[in-house]
């Protein structure tokens, strides 16, 4: 599907701090080690707009030497065929969906995992699933002119990779050029301003906020960098399976099940016997409580969680968690500030606005909305499924 010229859909670029030339990086020169600016530890890659000013990003610190070792391309990882606006995976390229998937201001999402040829993924009952080294994922972040319409003209804003190298997971942001064409290394992340109109045919904008390095690491870091997305549980759903049907699948077949079939993931146990997380959407998945334990398990449980940056808090949000407390039923904040907007516990039963969970995810305050980061607007129809989910509580 070819796209639109940007203009067309309303999309305006603002303040993007591509991080690739000497008049985006601040910091003396020199070897590696040292502190941020001091001359040992290379030049420090600090966001800086056309203006001189720096985006509201925490700034990404990087020397030369390591900024080297990325490309500077996403053409460079052959992750699609043909032209790149088309979004069509190369060969060996896989393409997946998930079950319940995180909100990032109404933006679509495709998301690809290359894996090293002649390797497989292993299967993980729990967290994400153990992929070799060198596997490439890539989560590419678009939005329609029309939401109604998701097939017509689209502005692709964004691609976020997670590659497994020697030291581990790395996210590498790349940041869409005007003509749709490539994506370009972004290590200090940006804004881009989008203008779109939502499925309930308003008009909307938003700026729209690319991650920088160091960013990923605030979301992915539970505690060591790791894939969040793709497990197990969220995986376990059917999909079309275009070509595969050539090879005995069916139009619609299990994700997981055509993954194995493809030698593509091993160690699966019995299907019956692998857990699936409900659509937070869908009601046919689930009930209002899977539904909303599956959003918050996605959306907030990477922080909220035994292994998250917000375990101290004691709000754990993961889909294990079974304790009422623990979830936030008549607890007290460890330490929320005005964020509590003034409420006392994080769910009073039966009365969402009084909770305050109900108004973290409903505010766009900055300081008191969660989650804190990937979010400047409201997801409308999230928090009606929270508010629905504890007004049934007893």
Partial sequence: MPLAAAAAIGVVAVGVWQGLGDSAISGSSGGSGGSPG?????????????????????????????????????????????????????????????????????????????????????????GPLDFPMGTVIAKTFFYPADAAQPEGPRRLVETRILEHRDEGWVGIPYL????QTDATLAITGGEVEVQWVHADGAARTNVHLVPNFNDCKRCHATPTMQPLGPKARNLNRDVAVGDAAS????????????????????????????PRL????????G??????RAYLDVNCAHCHSEQGPARNSGLHLDVATVDPYRLGVLKTPVAAGRGTGGRLYGIVPGKPHESIMHYRVETTNAGEMMPEF????VHEEGVALLTEWIEGME
């Fill in 247 to 274: 090879e005995g699948f069916a139009s619609a077949a299990n994700q997981l099940l055509a993954w194995t079939a493809a030698g593509i993931l091993t160690g699966m146990p019995e299907h019956a016997e692998v």
């Fill in 287 to 292: 009930t209002v409580d899977e539904r909303a």
């Fill in 176 to 179: 869409w050029n005007e003509e």
């Fill in 374 to 377: 990937g979010r400047s607007l």
């Fill in 38 to 126: 001091s001359p040992s530890a290379g030049p420090a890659i600090v966001a800086v707009a056309a203006d001189g000013s720096q985006p509201a990003v925490s700034p990404a610190v990087i020397s030369r030497r390591a900024r080297s070792t990325y490309r500077q391309r996403l053409s460079e990882y052959g992750l699609f065929q043909g032209a790149m606006t088309e979004l069509v995976p190369a060969e060996a390229v896989v393409e997946y969906q998930l079950n319940t998937p995180l909100f990032t201001d109404y933006a679509e999402k495709q998301r690809l995992i290359k894996l090293p040829e002649g390797t497989a993924a292993g299967y993980t009952a729990d």
């Fill in 278 to 285: 409900a659509d937070w959407d869908d009601p046919s998945s």
